[in-house]
């Protein structure tokens, strides 16, 4: 059955190619522009759009306390209801111009004199969540440098425009650098940097050396709980315990002075972007452009370098003073930048790295020009790669409008992959062209290109069943991307062959100048290196494999310092997320926020109703209500749920949230003493007086009825005091007594470490209530949690699954060299995974979904091989003849991953970057493994044959004739 529908498709393709020129050009044009008009997408300029989980145990509680949130800081009222998703590319309103005041004379004066004194005795609020500027200089000694200070201290006036647009916004006027530090450090009473001398550098070099001594005291006595009150504190030279030396130490100074280069930091009078957003103040981006612009241009400006200076070293014993020139070779340069517009900067930067998608399909159709003699075949070979993203992004249309900014890398990986099959269709297509040459070359290319492509697909769609979204939505358009370029490259490419067969052959290219030496090296000589070493060439490829597995397995991890990286390493941005907690104490401390734990009862998690829209929720519910059912529409139809869970119909259902809250608090690492509003419910309830006649609610009284329990509820609230943290949740509308809410404190800290962060988060399990759900009370804490992981288990899944995959694929081809396949896979995997450890690889978001496609990308190499072996012959024979024949193509589509991957190293986000990195890795070893170790493979698996093989001496006859 499967032979006939075969022959009559390649007949009718064989005689009617205009046909099946024009119909998969409709199909992947006029079909999805018409699908794209009536459903377009929108590329959102929000940078972590898709990157939350759904349908996992966190997610739902997580979702629901984002909701319940925002109103509960005003308000215990609630709107149960269906809330409009938000849209996530609303713009922040703009700043407002502020005209500027006519100065008031000395009163004017007087504060400009205050704000150009940058001491201070006391801590500066919010000094973590101010802009910094992280400087390199040569060592310790080097921040001492009179000509470097005064270089620092003149970057104020020097930014001094853009940084007065922030006036508005912030309360502070000072850059604290080591310079005003000095100044301030200084005995001689120096108001700022400007007035700093030799004098003064010595004393303060003498101080920071003593003080350097005591770093971990000064820390000590101004923590939390100290607070400069503990014993530590009195034990501190005097000199070393004002708030200036414990910043300098603390904020300005790495961990380590005998570092080299040293890191110097700086702080700008000026709030990260997220600082103002937390404040509620919007504050345009464009602001921040300007000032990093001027802080770039004062660094070029002002050449930080010191080659060849002289420094003062004091020498103590001797009380003199000793020169010592030191040729330091590196300069002094901005390394890093803290701002947190990162995220805002992201999609015109992605934009402008799609453009190096042309680079490399420009350079992807020099190749296939170069090896088919024929530009217009080139041609066609990337306009039909652009067809099958046109008709992937008309389904894709059909499941979201959003369309996260990794999808765009698809292309890239479309121009790696779809290549191949135009080197396979080129150099298969007959010579000598008839009906039954054309079924047989399409029956062989065809097949061979389907295990190709769905050992590609396979990876993609598994990432559906992801819980992270952006791996759902990436894996839905690359895989149907994907299929979208094998149903061209069996229909339309082959019809243009014919067609260029028939009538164009007169439009023959150019011939590349070494093409026989090429074709010398690749199918002479290769074979012959192949079948000699190959006992050499597969013990090398093995340890290298191993040892690569090792690597692996040591050195990948997940992120430990930077959640979501944005841009390349490179980038000022994401060197201070990589590297600031790693040199400076103060950021460790910022990062490790308390984890709480938020307990809710009453209310309904929220659950996914979409595969791959993120807002597609459902709707804010109550639990099914103690009192009433709750009434929730949604779109046309109405519905009613009652919960038996959550109830406050009788005493026990009081006494059973109270145990529970109490059990809560006793805790080890939350031992939170007051008490909560249930328990002091029942406190106040055992002292409330009753008799006939009235309402009571003390429920240890026999005139109590449960009857009267929601009024009691409800009176509570005027003599025990609610807030935020400790509150009752009532309906918006119809004010019914839904559900209840606490904070409960702990002990914890958040951190990056998934590993620590793991072990917080099952300890916070630990206090998830009986009939109710907890989440953190920061949920994005919660969303970093649950998405690493995720990424843990749908990488393994991932993996493993297409592993299973492309052995039945291999199973199918290879038949019992199968085997033999399966290992050069792994060894390509072991292999790739290392060298991109080795390049300081972490296992984020973006290389989990890279990591994937390792093994359908690993496999096509090898297939083509096994495709070429030949079913007779000897050993020998069949590796020559499967090297001949498929060396050229493989060699070719190496070839073009490998420019294709080359073409991003300049990109600037990370994705492209990455992306780039894989394919250039993906290629050489995918390469390397399927020609020097799984065909050599081929000698110790194929059978024996005993006596002299009668194909040898014409196969070698035919090699050693020179190829055109």
Same mark, same amino acid.
């Given at each position: ?339 947190? &517009?990162?995220?805002?900067? /992201? =999609?015109? #930067? ?5 453009? @190096? +998608? !042309?680079?490399?399909? %420009? ?6 020009? &170069?090896?088919?003699?024929? /530009? =217009?075949? #080139? ?5 039909? @790669? +652009? !067809?099958?993203?046109? %008709? ?12 996260? =900014? ?7 990986? @479309? ?550």
């Amino acid at each position: 059955m499967i032979e006939r529908v075969g022959r009559l498709y390649s007949r009718s393709l064989y005689r009617h190619p205009a046909l099946f020129l024009i119909v998969p050009l409709l199909i992947t044009t006029v079909i999805p522009s018409v699908l794209l008009w009536f459903f377009p997408i929108r590329l959102s300029q929000n940078a972590e759009i898709g990157f939350d989980t759904k349908d996992t145990v966190l997610s739902g509680p997580r979702l629901a306390w984002a909701r319940i949130q925002p109103s509960l800081m005003f308000s215990n009222r609630i709107a149960f209801s269906n809330p409009r998703p938000i849209d996530t590319d609303v713009q922040q309103p703009t700043v407002q111009p502020v005209s500027k005041r006519v100065r008031r004379s000395w009163a004017d004066n007087l504060l400009s004199a205050i704000n150009q004194v940058a001491c201070y005795d006391s801590p500066i609020p919010l000094m973590d969540h101010l802009s910094q500027v992280i400087l390199e200089v040569p060592n310790y000694d080097a921040i001492f440098d009179l000509k470097f200070l005064d270089k620092l201290c003149q970057m104020q006036p020097n930014i001094s425009k853009p940084l007065s647009r922030f006036d508005s916004f912030t309360p502070y006027r000072n850059i604290w650098s080591v310079a005003n530090m000095f100044a301030c450090i200084s005995p001689n009473l120096r108001v700022n940097c400007t007035q700093l001398d030799e004098s003064d550098i010595k004393i303060v070099r003498k101080t920071i050396d003593n003080c350097w001594k005591y770093r971990t005291p000064i820390f000590e006595c101004r923590n939390e709980k100290c607070q400069g009150t503990c014993s530590t504190c009195r034990d501190l030279p005097e000199e070393c315990s004002s708030q200036i030396i414990h910043d300098l130490f603390y904020r300005l100074l790495p961990k380590n002075r005998d570092d080299s280069p040293f890191l110097v930091n700086t702080f700008l009078p000026v709030f990260t972007l997220t600082g103002y957003i937390t404040q509620n103040i919007p504050v345009d981006v464009v602001l921040y452009d300007a000032l990093e612009s001027s802080i770039i241009d004062y660094s070029k400006k002002s050449k930080f370098e010191l080659k060849g200076q002289i420094y003062l070293i004091v020498n103590q014993e001797k009380n003199i003073f000793q020169t010592e020139r030191k040729c330091l070779k590196q300069q002094k340069k901005i390394l890093g930048l803290l701002m947190d &517009v990162k995220r805002d900067r /992201l =999609l015109a #930067a992605a934009l402008r790295d799609s453009i @190096l +998608a !042309l680079l490399a399909a %420009g350079l992807v159709m020099i190749v296939v020009a &170069v090896h088919s003699q024929s /530009l =217009l075949y #080139a041609f066609v070979v990337i306009l039909l @790669l +652009a !067809l099958s993203v046109v %008709g992937a992004l008309g389904v894709y249309s059909l499941f979201t409008d959003e369309f996260p =900014l990794l999808n765009l890398v698809t292309f890239v990986l @479309l121009i790696a992959i779809g290549s191949d099959d135009a080197f396979l269709l080129k150099s298969n297509f007959p010579n000598h062209l008839n009906e039954d040459t054309f079924h047989t070359f399409l029956t062989h290319t065809s097949f061979t290109m389907f295990l190709t492509c769905f050992s590609t697909v396979v990876p993609f769609f598994i990432n559906i069943t992801s819980n992270v979204i952006v791996f759902r939505c990436f894996g839905m358009f690359a895989g149907v991307t994907v299929i979208f370029n094998y149903f061209m490259v069996v229909s339309f490419l082959p019809a243009f062959l014919l067609i260029q067969h028939r009538h164009l052959d007169c439009f023959t290219g150019f011939k590349f100048p070494y093409r026989s030496v090429f074709s010398h090296l690749l199918y002479v000589l290769l074979p012959h290196v192949l079948v000699q070493g190959r006992y050499l060439l597969m013990a090398l490829l093995s340890i290298v494999a191993i040892g690569g597995a090792a690597i692996t397995y040591q050195g990948l991890h997940l992120p430990e310092y930077n959640p979501l990286q944005l841009f390349t390493s490179d980038n000022l941005h994401e060197w201070y997320d990589n590297n600031a907690e790693k040199n400076f104490e103060f950021v460790s401390s910022k990062i490790a926020l308390p984890l709480t734990s938020r307990l809710v009862w009453g209310v309904e998690p929220i659950y996914s109703l979409s595969t791959f829209r993120a807002n597609a929720t459902s709707p804010l519910r109550t639990d099914k209500s103690a009192f009433s059912a709750v009434r929730f529409v949604t779109k046309n139809n109405c519905h009613f749920r009652s919960d038996p869970f959550f109830a406050l119909k009788t005493a026990s259902d009081v006494h059973k949230i109270a145990r529970s809250l109490e059990k809560a608090r006793q805790l080890p690492f939350v031992n939170h003493q007051p008490k909560f509003w249930p328990e002091r419910f029942l406190d106040w309830s055992d002292k409330y007086p009753c008799a006939r006649g009235f309402l009571c609610c003390n429920m240890s009284n026999p005139l109590f009825s449960d009857s009267y329990l929601d009024f009691c509820l409800r009176n509570s609230t005027s003599f025990l005091a609610t807030s935020y943290n400790d509150t009752p949740i009532f309906d918006n509308q119809t004010f019914a007594f839904v559900g209840y809410t606490a904070m409960l404190p702990t002990t914890l800290k958040y951190n990056h470490r998934f590993s620590k962060l793991t072990k917080s988060f099952e300890m916070l399990e630990m206090t998830k209530p009986d009939n109710g759900w907890w989440a953190p009370e920061w949920w994005l804490m919660s969303t970093w949690f649950d998405l690493l992981s995720s990424i843990v288990q749908d990488c393994l899944s991932s993996v493993l699954g297409s592993l299973f995959f492309v052995a039945i694929f291999a199973f199918i081809q290879l038949k019992c060299q199968a085997l033999a396949a399966v290992v050069t896979i792994a060894g390509v995997i072991c292999t790739s995974s290392a060298i991109v450890t080795l390049l300081g690889w972490v296992l984020g978001v973006l290389e989990a979904v890279i990591l994937v496609l390792v093994v359908g990308l690993s496999f096509d190499y090898t297939l083509h091989y096994g495709a070429a072996l030949p079913e007779q012959g000897c050993a020998e024979h069949r590796i020559r003849e499967a090297t001949s024949k498929g060396v050229g193509p493989v060699t070719l589509a190496a070839f073009t991953s490998f420019l294709a991957g080359a073409s991003m190293l300049p990109a600037l986000t990370h994705a492209f970057y990455q992306v780039g990195v894989f394919l250039v890795v993906i290629s050489i070893t995918s390469w390397t493994f399927s020609t020097f170790f799984y065909l050599p493979m081929l000698s110790i698996t194929l059978p024996r044959q005993s006596g002299d093989c009668k194909y040898c001496e014409k196969t070698n006859q035919m090699h050693l004739s020179p190829r055109r």
